[in-house]
Every structure is written in structure tokens, then in C-alpha cells.
């Protein structure tokens, strides 16, 4: 089991076994075996909603103790939160599997975070680009209008 931290304070236990997968089918129509063959873990990257949705499904019986509806829970995921509860999930998920599985679905994970650590890369040096700025500026001068006098 692997805990994070909401926006709130509160910390929430993420724990990956059959009932829980039985749940996201059932609430959401996500099959979270679907992370095996790597288009679930691409849909998590891509949509933090999804991505939150799904967790709130697995800590449901916990949210319910605690009396945190899923607006709630929304409301407190953004940022280092959704971070956090990612790893927390897909850690679990990985744990889940049997061993073969499980390794192919480590492999898959670790290569997502390189590459999602070369498109921040990518990202970050195409913005420390001096030629970005000189396009920027360009483009703006290009859409200055003329000053307007009071009688115009």
C-alpha cells in the first residue's frame, strides 16, 4: 500500500487488488489492467482528470469513511498532489501484477518517466531559446497599432 497527500492535508491510502480493480470498472468503465499494454498509463499522463477520476475510485471506501464526496476530493488535487497520488498508483499497479508482468510493467513506467523527463527537457530549452524571444517580439511589433488620439 502506498499513502499520499491531498491539497487539504489529508492523506490517502492507495491499495491495488482485486475489489479495487472490480470498482474502477464499475464506476468509471476503466479496466486498470489495461496498464500492461501502456495506453492506460499514456491516458494517465495526458488527462490529470481521468487520472483523478481513477484515484478517487480506488480510495472510494475510504473517502466514504472520511465523508469526502468526489468534488471534494477534486478540489484538493492539483499540483505535487496529483504527482504524488500518480506514483502512489502506478506503484501499486506495478506490485499488483505477477512477477513477469509486473517486470514488463516497470520497464513500461520507467521509460514513460524518461520520457517525460526528455519532453520537459525539450520544453525547457526551446524556452531558454534566444531565437524564441526574437520571433516573439517580432510577431508582436507585427500586431502594434497605431496609437489613437482623443478625436479619433
Given at each position: 500500500?502506498?499513502?499520499?497527500?491531498?491539497?487539504?492535508?489529508?492523506?490517502?491510502?492507495?491499495?491495488?487488488?482485486?475489489?479495487?480493480?472490480?470498482?474502477?470498472?464499475?464506476?468509471?468503465?476503466?479496466?486498470?489492467?489495461?496498464?500492461?499494454?501502456?495506453?492506460?498509463?499514456?491516458?494517465?499522463?495526458?488527462?490529470p482528470?481521468?487520472?483523478?477520476?481513477?484515484?478517487?475510485?480506488?480510495?472510494?471506501?475510504?473517502?466514504?469513511?472520511?465523508?469526502?464526496?468526489?468534488?471534494?476530493?477534486?478540489?484538493?488535487?492539483?499540483?505535487?498532489?496529483?504527482?504524488?497520488?500518480?506514483t502512489?498508483?502506478?506503484?501499486?499497479?506495478?506490485?499488483?501484477?505477477?512477477?513477469?508482468?509486473?517486470?514488463?510493467?516497470?520497464?513500461?513506467?520507467?521509460?514513460?518517466?524518461?520520457?517525460?523527463?526528455?519532453?520537459?527537457?525539450?520544453?525547457?530549452?526551446?524556452?531558454?531559446?534566444?531565437?524564441?524571444?526574437?520571433?516573439?517580439?517580432?510577431?508582436?511589433?507585427?500586431?502594434?497599432?497605431?496609437?489613437?488620439?482623443v478625436?479619433?
Amino acid at each position: 500500500m502506498k499513502t499520499f497527500n491531498d491539497n487539504a492535508g489529508r492523506t490517502w491510502t492507495v491499495s491495488i487488488n482485486v475489489d479495487c480493480i472490480k470498482r474502477v470498472k464499475a464506476l468509471l468503465d476503466v479496466n486498470l489492467l489495461d496498464a500492461i499494454e501502456g495506453k492506460l498509463l499514456e491516458q494517465f499522463v495526458s488527462d490529470p482528470v481521468m487520472l483523478c477520476d481513477c484515484i478517487y475510485a480506488i480510495c472510494k471506501p475510504e473517502a466514504d469513511t472520511k465523508n469526502v464526496s468526489d468534488e471534494e476530493f477534486g478540489r484538493a488535487m492539483a499540483g505535487d498532489a496529483i504527482d504524488a497520488a500518480t506514483t502512489a498508483l502506478l506503484e501499486e499497479l506495478v506490485d499488483f501484477f505477477p512477477k513477469g508482468k509486473r517486470e514488463v510493467l516497470a520497464k513500461a513506467l520507467a521509460k514513460l518517466k524518461h520520457l517525460e523527463g526528455k519532453a520537459i527537457e525539450v520544453a525547457s530549452k526551446r524556452l531558454e531559446d534566444t531565437e524564441l524571444d526574437r520571433r516573439m517580439e517580432a510577431a508582436l511589433e507585427a500586431l502594434e497599432l497605431p496609437e489613437l488620439t482623443v478625436g479619433d
